[in-house]
């Protein structure tokens, strides 16, 4: 499975952006689609993920600003960012599980795209 992520760039405090993760193959054949962030001189760490049974889950700091979601027939998964803040800034990878298994650690994912920058101006 090839994932595809797009979208990033430079915005201002308090402004939005979307990204995209394109998969090369069906995403409800795989469980969890996942996004992380790795900010320079910061270890990767998990931000969002959406289940194939429709929950999703968001790490404390972006709970209520950014959104989760799948699109099974673009074979796309999206992550709304809004209310951007200068720590939003790094670059966000998507990932993919195929079965839900330790969803917030980044090892436990078996596909990775390749990043997509998010700056963030105060």
């Known amino acids: 499975v090839q994932l595809q992520a797009s979208g990033g760039g430079l915005v201002q405090a308090g402004g939005s952006l979307r990204l995209s993760c394109a998969a090369s193959r069906r995403t409800f054949t795989l469980n969890t689609m996942g996004w992380f962030r790795q900010a320079p001189g910061k270890e990767r760490e998990f931000v969002a993920a959406t289940w194939s049974d429709g929950g999703a889950y968001y790490e404390d700091s972006v709970r209520g600003r950014f959104t989760i979601s799948r699109d099974s027939a673009r074979n796309t998964v999206y992550l709304q960012m809004s209310s951007l803040k200068p720590e939003d800034t790094a670059v966000y990878f998507c990932?993919?599980?195929?079965?839900?298994?330790?969803?917030?650690?980044?090892?436990?994912?078996?596909?990775w795209g390749q990043g997509t920058q998010v700056t963030v101006s105060s």
């Open positions: 990932a993919a599980q195929r079965l839900k298994v330790l969803t917030f650690i980044s090892s436990s994912y078996d596909y």
